[in-house]
T-cell receptor
């Protein structure tokens, strides 16, 4: 079975540009999570969805960040405008109700803002 | 509210030595507990999980962890370290059976180094 698929794997962009990260969760999973990982702050939950509905977005750093889940098989995390401090690895993850809360992670999107 | 504390941000062992990574949790309801491993430049991969069945849980790559309610601990062990075990390890907690489904609360991670 295919795992969580993220794109792009690597992106380098200039400060002020818009960045869009994409995620395809595991088929049949009804929860989707966006995490950010940095050396300084470790692994942070940004937002998560259940059945395409945002449940908790308290981790979204500021209004420059937005996330959408238009259907069960696709989600985006957008940063506009991007800043150097947004440089991090962004992970998408998914899980399925009734499977003991096990979360499956994608390989991550490595973002560098210069 | 739930939380996880991993004792030691870095642990170094010699190849063949015992690996012990410590995790203590706090939870107001019976928890599910997890260990994830992250190899360099990769995502997090589930190593093992406790879901209120056997208190000693066996995972992949020879790792195991024991749930000790009285100590609120879920320490990860491996009898003999291998060079390929060098990675970062994350402990996580969630509400258990009957609790709310959703996010895991992760610890800050422990980076394991294995010396030849």
């Amino acid at each position: 079975d295919a795992g969580v698929i993220q794109s792009p794997r690597h992106e380098v962009t200039e400060m002020g540009q818009e960045v869009t990260l994409r995620c395809k969760p595991i088929s049949g999973h009804d929860y989707l999570f966006w995490y950010r990982q940095t050396m300084m702050r470790g692994l942070e939950l940004l937002i998560y969805f259940n059945n395409n509905v945002p449940i908790d977005d308290s981790g979204m750093p500021e209004d420059r960040f937005s996330a959408k889940m238009p259907n069960a098989s696709f989600s985006t995390l957008k940063i506009q405008p991007s800043e150097p401090r947004d440089s991090a690895v962004y992970f998408c993850a998914s899980s399925q109700t009734g499977t003991g809360n096990t979360i499956y992670f994608g390989e991550g999107s490595w973002l560098t803002v210069v | 509210a739930q939380s996880v504390t991993q004792l030691g941000s870095h642990v170094s062992v010699s190849e063949g030595a015992l690996v012990l990574l410590r995790c203590n949790y706090s939870s107001s309801v019976p928890p599910y507990l997890f260990w994830y491993v992250q190899y360099p430049n990769q995502g997090l991969q589930l190593l093992l999980k406790y879901t209120s069945a056997a208190t000693l849980v066996k995972g992949i790559n020879g790792f195991e962890a024991e749930f000790k309610k009285s100590e609120t601990s879920f320490h990860l062990t491996k009898p003999s370290a291998h060079m390929s075990d060098a990675a970062e390890y994350f402990c996580a907690v969630s509400e258990g059976y009957g609790g709310s489904q959703g996010n895991l609360i992760f610890g800050k991670g422990t980076k394991l180094s294995v010396k030849p």
